[in-house]
């Protein structure tokens, strides 16, 4: 009982400093989000993101940057809540698939420009571009000029990044960032890629 | 051009290892994957991934067992897919908010004996539990409890956990795991939880 009564004073003490930091965060703005580093789960936590935004009633683009090639689950699924999403696969695979980075400049060159679009677009609620940070990384597209248009974004709008090497600049300007760190992946102990979770 | 030239030359050593790699890796199995740490996207991530299993044709229980006390908008957008998706809210919310360890370890106790339904159905391709990692660091569940009935499931269903402070004996167990690193996060900016990004 002593265990029930100390634990509840515990929680009130929580309650009160976790209500003072509830109260103090009043601003409400569109976010620029990463989800960048080597482990896994950026693109699905972005997917998640989307998701929810639909769930709100909310429209969502989604441009896939560099896994163009790949014949997405998770776009099936989201074209299934209509024009509630914008899905665009802009880019034909990674950059060792390819083998070709005139080409892989060129189709990336392409999908920033349609992604301007978007961002310019108060309709769209949350903008997603998946494996963007590779494309930046590869300077594909400029970093400078991509800060220059997220900046003169309709103010509510959320803009989600995706990849690996998300460049600093980007980090510096972003609201909320996680590093999906790798602490273990199944490919390294022999086992293969597996529908609903690699693809 | 030789630029280009080098860029290809690099891509196909690239591709060749990729290629030696992915040949290796030939076993299928149901994965056990973690999302931890403190970092934002671990809900999301598990969520995304649900909608590529969704988007296989697959079958998908999602067990909230923290966050019961939020109307979370991922649930009405999953619900649409209809009896692909099986979502349970089971907790009554974060234990600051419950001050009541009792309670929360009846309600945790019988989310568990729901789940085990689902760990013994080889029609689910899919089982995530969100915010499991809370009532395992919690002890409202035995950790060695989880690990056996894990062990006994279906060899193709694959179990997502989610939440901080994955406990070691899980990561143990575990085919992938992700730390989500908060490297910046807009709450601290006093930027308030807005719809589509945190609920």
Known sequence: MTDQVEHKAKMERLKASVDRRIEAAQEEKGLLIIYTGAGKGKTTAALGMA????????KVAVVQFIKGAIDTAEERALK???DRVTFLRMGEGYTWETQDRERDTTFAQEAWQTVCGFLRDPSYAMVILDEFNIALQQDYVDAAEVVAVLR????MQHVVLTGRGA???LIEEADLVTEMKQIKHPFRKGIKAQPGVEF
């Open 152 to 155: 003169a974004r309709p103010p």
């Open 167 to 169: 460049k600093d600049v």
């Open 80 to 82: 299934s809540f209509g």
């Open 51 to 58: 998701l929810r935004c639909i769930g709100h009633g909310m």
